[in-house]
């Protein structure tokens, strides 16, 4: 008997009191929550969301989009920028002080590590917990570029901005890797003073573009 | 360390024992007042922000229990969902099976260290020594985990594990332990939270990029996509998630989730409880392996360890429902103040009081369900309403009936509640207790407080003051200004 066969047996057998004529979703659920938290500008509500993590929300319009990208990235003075591919062409600044790294073929940690900041897309934002979403799709590329450089400057477009996490949740494909990320990298272990960046990049700069 | 069943750390000096050493550490106890009382103020805030608190965690309640009701229906789907999307189950009945697994995993590639994500798992089953006696080093990577390692110590709290500890200390450890393991301290570190994670961040980047070997816990598994997630703060799991070429992951199998839908209730309630936020920094989620990012050989372990004798006791089963958020320690008045190693397990406060005897079996833990005022905040503060209270009273009742039937003598307590019973039930006798209490209180009171008493009570009064009983009983103070005034009302 394999223990898997142990595991399930001692399952089943624990669970003497369960009718078998119950199925696994006869069990109620109270589905009667609300679906969304989000405050009516649910756009406004992610940008304080946000900086409310001290990260730092820009709003712009899809006419100067690529301007803001160009000042954000100029005052951090950036030497080396990964720009994953599919991120818009039309958003990204030429010249600037930075050399633009692809990652095509990939790059090795040790460059990753090297570079000193990624600019990237989002798949959604979420509005009632200032989350951006990341789901490896066009413009944001493999989990690593936006976890070894210690800037991150993301730009979500205001369509792309969920109320809440039950919203986000049905809007995500569950098999692409997703990676959640609330603010900059942060500990509060040392007796709970809060410190920003620990591991993953210490700054997070936020670009929401729409509206006129 | 481990004993028969495999859950480390019991049988290590019992609650009341290790509370008193821990009552007498002044430092502990502001540490720990501090924390709990901010962790405290930060998750009423937040979770105030929802109007349907209370219909969230109801939903997180029910939807544990459809879980736990079916459990091996919801695993087998799970595993089929996994092994589709490229990833390999594994089962673990035990402990020791499971570190066999991993162990043998890790060693398959080649490598002989792992970077670990923060995870109360592979504690319970002690797998860094296991490791350690195959040649295998674990690095932990949370910055408290690394503080707890490095210091050769052991965790305080589920969340904070290094909350006992205080910055100049903490200083100390790094210091003097860095160098030992990696990357040593920068020269001249001060004790400033800022510099001392700077240097945690220095010390573990070259671990991280040199990993090919990564182990992890899971917050949840959903069953029906297979999809794996983890929530952190400090991007260290995101490193261990991300970066290696194999990724090993230990969940108990209590863990899993009928459907990715029903994330929508648990992250909600996981972040404001635990850490008092709306959303933690970094959530990771992954099913099976992605070409091109992230590990591409991906392993779950689903570990039984106790798990399925918990389940078969209908009153304490809920316990398994839950999501190790920490709330109920920081609401408890007996954590607040005797701190996580009293409990003597990997699992701490109210929770742990619940949980490690149902894990380990009532007889090797029988102090811990008695290490409970029986307040109910932990009832109040638990996002998935596991009522811990009448666990507590449940397994209580099972300890007395362990020790009876051992044909032990009676307690110390069963001949006190026989004296008890006596008396509450006489008049005559009570009122001839009650004047007799005052004088005999006072010959072992001190300032207005009765402490450690001798003989059969010591067992009693050790870690209790009483007041001083008033030199009038209620009864003979009516009859004194009422008496024989009753008619003229």
């Known amino acids: 008997m394999t223990t898997r066969d142990t595991v399930l047996g001692r399952i089943r057998a624990a669970l003497a009191d369960v009718p078998a004529s119950e199925g696994p979703d006869d069990v109620p659920v109270p589905r009667d929550y609300r679906r969304s938290h989000a405050e009516p500008d649910a756009v406004a509500q992610f940008a304080a969301r946000v900086a409310d993590y001290r990260a730092t929300v820009t709003r712009t319009t899809d006419a100067d989009a690529r301007v803001t990208v160009a000042a954000r990235l100029a005052a951090r003075g950036l030497r080396t920028l990964v720009v994953p591919d599919g991120f818009p062409a039309g958003l990204l600044p030429e010249g600037g002080g930075w050399t633009v790294l692809r990652d095509e073929p990939p790059l090795s940690v040790a460059e990753l590590d090297a570079a000193e900041g990624v600019l990237t897309t989002a798949a959604l934002g979420i509005a009632v917990t200032g989350t951006i979403v990341l789901d490896a799709g066009p413009g944001q590329g493999r989990r690593a570029l936006t976890l070894l450089p210690d800037y991150h400057l993301c730009v979500v477009r205001e369509d792309q901005i969920a109320g809440d996490v039950p919203e986000a949740l ?7 890797p997703l990676t959640w990320i609330s603010g900059p990298s942060a500990t509060s272990d040392i007796e709970l003073d809060r410190v920003e960046g620990v591991h993953g990049p210490r700054t997070l700069d936020v670009i929401v573009v729409g509206g006129e | ?78 595993e089929e969902a996994v092994t589709k999307a490229g990833g390999q189950v594994h089962w673990a009945a035990d402990a020791a099976e499971a570190n066999r697994i991993v162990t043998a995993l890790v060693k398959a590639t080649g490598q002989t260290e792992v970077v670990k994500v923060k995870s109360m798992v592979t504690q319970e089953i002690a797998l860094n020594e296991a490791l350690a006696e195959e040649g295998v080093s674990a690095y932990e990577t949370d910055l408290a985990e690394l503080i707890v390692q490095l210091g050769d110590d052991r965790p305080s709290h589920i969340l904070v594990p290094a909350i006992h500890r205080n910055r100049a200390e903490i200083r100390d450890i790094f210091r003097r332990e860095m160098g030992k393991w990696g990357r040593p301290a920068p020269e001249g570190l001060t004790d400033r939270p800022r510099d001392l994670a700077e240097a945690a961040r220095l010390h573990l980047r070259e671990k991280f990029l040199r990993a090919k070997v990564a182990v992890s816990g899971a917050n949840f598994a959903a069953a029906d996509t297979g999809t794996v997630g983890v929530v952190e703060s ?111 397990s990997v699992y701490p406060g109210p929770i742990g009081a619940v949980l490690t005897p149902q894990l380990v079996g009532v007889e090797h833990a029988e102090s ?122």
Request: charged share 25%; glycine share 8%.
């Open chain 1, 170 to 176: 049905g809007r995500v494909d569950a098999r692409a």
């Open chain 2, 1 to 78: 360390m481990t004993d028969s069943n495999n859950v480390v750390w019991l049988g290590a000096p019992s609650f009341p024992d290790a509370a008193r050493e821990a009552l007498a550490d002044t430092q502990l106890r502001t540490n720990l007042r501090k924390a709990t009382g901010t962790i405290r103020d930060k998750r009423l805030a937040v979770t105030a922000e929802l109007d349907d608190w209370e219909q969230l965690r109801t939903a997180g309640k029910a939807l544990k229990r459809r879980t736990l009701r079916h459990l091996d229906h919801h695993l087998v789907r799970l």
């Open chain 2, 234 to 344: 400090e991007g260290n799991g995101r490193m261990c998630l991300t970066l290696p070429e194999t990724l090993i992951t230990v969940m108990g199998i209590e863990k899993v989730l009928p459907s990715f839908e029903d994330l929508e209730v648990f992250l909600q309630l996981l972040p404001r409880s635990s850490t008092g936020e709306r959303m933690n920094p970094y959530t990771s989620m992954w099913t099976g392996t992605t070409e091109g990012d992230g590990p591409q050989d991906f392993h779950l372990v689903l570990l039984d360890n106790g798990r399925t004798a918990t389940l078969k006791d209908t009153v304490g089963r809920q316990a398994l429902a839950c999501i190790r958020c920490s709330a109920c320690l920081n609401v408890c008045p007996v954590y607040e103040r005797t701190g996580g190693h009293a409990y003597g």
């Open chain 2, 368 to 489: 811990l369900p008695f290490a409970s005022t029986l307040c109910g905040a932990c009832y109040d503060a638990c996002p998935v309403k596991i009522n811990i209270p009448e666990v507590l009273v449940h397994l209580r009742a099972e300890v007395v009936e362990a020790k009876r039937a051992k044909g032990r003598v009676p307690t110390p307590e069963a001949l006190v509640m026989k004296a008890a019973a006596s008396v509450l039930s006489s008049p005559v006798k009570l009122s001839a207790v009650q004047r007799l209490a005052h004088p005999a209180a006072r010959l072992v009171s001190r300032r207005g407080t009765i402490g450690n008493l001798p003989g059969p009570l010591g067992r009693w009064t050790r870690t209790r003051d009483t007041a001083v009983p008033p030199k009038e009983s209620l009864r003979a103070w009516w009859r004194r200004t009422r008496g024989g005034r009753e008619g003229s009302k």
